[in-house]
């Protein structure tokens, strides 16, 4: 009978599954013993180390365990296990040369040397292995901790420099994000001398690789570390603690050295900067400029070439190098007589379409606010933008007019540009049968000679018939009396097109607006003769019969 057959057929195949699934949970129960017993022979060998001198050579078992590849709970518990052995070699002096000791404790704390250099070097490179970065970077920083503190011959100041720059040279070249994310909030935030020499050999690290390299990583890496730093300390008590011992004499001045620290940074951005760099990672630069990298440097002078190539390479790297080239003319007497004449090349078609438009619009703002400056020069950029602002977003408008009235406010001789009326006759009959041509010449590039101070601001009166409300109410601003002191251009400078339309759909109507609206019968077919409605313009000009 079939339901005789099925009920058998069921029964012979339960027993299989059962057998299956009891030989996979007894595998998985064979390998967590397994691995529990590789545990338990590290721990019994670690203590045996302990205990007697003549069990050194658990060390070299030990350190096999550590690079077996194939079972990574035993290699990181390995990892663990070696970094307390040597912990207590060092405390207990094992690992010191002293004056008095025997050739054969000699032989024996060579031996344990080169030990060590073979864990640091397994502990260095699990820095570039995601799931064990993180422990290993731990056990990498308290061995060289414990080295700083022990392995010294005399009482002067002793920091592991060559182990230091292996960390920070596997950090860089394959370390991932978090694993160098968390080294700078655990270790270079915090430590002075930790901050001191990774900066010190971070610059050996980028020097030694060639300029010509293609290898981006490196620079986005080392960049990651460099521009950690929100704040600059400013005094020796906002350097933080020391991660090794201090030094105690006061003729060790570079690690305590605020200056000598600032130095150290500057030369490792030097070096990063002599990489070569894309476009790309010189606009990243650029970014932090002023905020991150000057106040590192002891001469920001050093800085100059960078900051005027980024500014002679056009677009958006010259915008973004804007305000570190300021800085050095204003702080450091940098000699750059074309700059306004270069500043005056950056107002293009896309300018006010960049996403760097309110950074561009401050610093223009603050170039502009000398009351020395000669009335055709900013005659000549008020012009420039204004005819800018005729193809331009309705948030670059707004905040382009309060910008121009409080640049009236300053420069009065520019006034004549607002108002500017034909005074005889014979002019006025010229405007009337020929026009008006205007005089600026908008492909001069020099802005002492674009004429703009003999023309009109006949775009802003466009500007007052603009589609969108705002723009048209904020440009009669220029027509009405100058009863206001100053905009700030602060209040105008994040607007955008949606933050725009949400301020006009949120206003409270008083009075609902009078609509009349006749819904047509047809639209794209004549009308009927009968009706008397004039055909619109669409079907006029097509036939969709």
């Avoid at 503190?149 to 292996?166: I, S, V």
């Avoid at 700078?184 to 030694?208: H, M, N, P, Q, W």
């Avoid at 007589?337 to 610093?363: C, E, G, N, T, V």
């Avoid at 601001?457 to 589609?467: F, G, K």
């Amino acid at each position: 009978m079939p339901g005789a057959v099925g009920e058998k057929s069921l029964k012979r195949k339960q027993p299989k599954t059962l057998e299956k699934s009891n030989k996979r949970a007894k595998a998985e129960s064979d390998s967590e013993d397994e691995n529990d017993s590789s545990k338990d022979d590290i721990l019994r060998l670690e203590q045996e180390i302990l205990e007697s001198k003549k069990n050194y050579n658990n060390i070299t078992t030990i350190l096999e365990l550590a690079q077996n590849d194939e079972d990574d709970d035993t290699a990181q518990f390995a990892l663990v296990s070696l970094c307390r052995v040597f912990l207590r070699l060092f405390a207990s002096g094992n690992l010191a040369r002293r004056s008095g000791q025997s050739e054969k404790d000699g032989v024996v704390i060579q031996w344990l040397r080169n030990k060590l250099g073979e864990y640091k070097r397994i502990v260095v490179s699990s820095l570039g292995e995601d799931d064990v970065a993180p422990t290993a970077l731990t056990l990498a920083m308290r061995i060289l901790q414990a080295e700083a503190k022990y392995l010294k011959d005399t009482d002067d100041y002793n920091f592991p420099t060559n182990f230091m720059r292996e960390i920070v040279d596997e950090l860089v070249r394959n370390g991932s994000e978090d694993i160098r994310q968390e080294f700078c909030e655990k270790f270079l935030g915090e430590y002075a001398d930790i901050r001191f020499y990774t900066f010190k050999v971070l610059k050996d690290v980028l020097s030694a690789d060639s300029p010509m390299s293609e290898d981006e990583s490196l620079f986005d890496n080392a960049f990651d570390i460099l521009s950690f730093f929100e704040e600059v300390p400013d005094s020796m008590e906002d350097m933080g603690d020391y991660y090794v011992d201090a030094p105690k004499k006061k003729g060790h001045p570079p690690v305590t050295s605020l200056n000598q620290q600032k130095k150290q940074a500057q030369e490792a951005w030097l070096a990063l900067l002599g990489l070569g760099l894309s476009r790309d990672q010189r606009k990243k630069v650029l970014q932090i400029v002023t905020k991150s990298i000057v106040p590192w440097f002891v001469k920001p002078e050093l800085l100059m070439d960078f900051l005027t190539d980024s500014y002679n390479a056009g677009g958006a790297t010259s915008l973004l190098a804007l305000s570190g080239v300021f800085y050095l003319i204003q702080e450091r007497n940098l000699d750059y007589p074309s700059f306004y004449r270069k500043l005056y090349s950056l107002l293009d078609a896309d300018i006010l379409h960049s996403k760097h438009r309110s950074r561009f619009l401050r610093l223009l703002d603050t170039f502009l606010s000398s009351t020395h400056l000669p009335a055709v020069l900013v005659a000549s950029f008020i012009k420039r933008i204004t005819r800018l602002c005729v193809g331009a977003p309705p948030a670059a408008i707004v905040a382009v007019i309060p910008w121009v009235y409080n640049l009236f406010k300053k420069h009065p001789l520019c006034t004549f540009m607002m108002h500017r009326v034909p005074r005889t006759a014979e002019e006025k009959e010229i405007l009337e049968n020929e026009g008006m041509e205007d005089p600026f010449i908008a492909d001069e590039e020099d802005p002492m000679e674009t004429c703009a101070i003999d023309s009109c601001l006949w775009e802003v009166v466009q500007l007052q018939s603009h589609y969108h409300p705002n723009v048209a109410t904020i440009a009669k601003i220029i027509s009405e009396q100058f009863t206001k002191q100053s905009y700030n251009v602060e209040d105008f400078l994040d607007h955008s097109y949606s933050s725009l339309l949400d301020a006009e759909l949120s206003k409270q109507v008083k009075k609902a607006p009078v609509v009349e609206f006749m819904i047509p019968k047809r639209v794209f077919l004549p009308q009927d003769p009968a009706s008397g409605a004039e055909d619109n313009l669409l079907a006029k000009l097509w036939d969709f019969q």
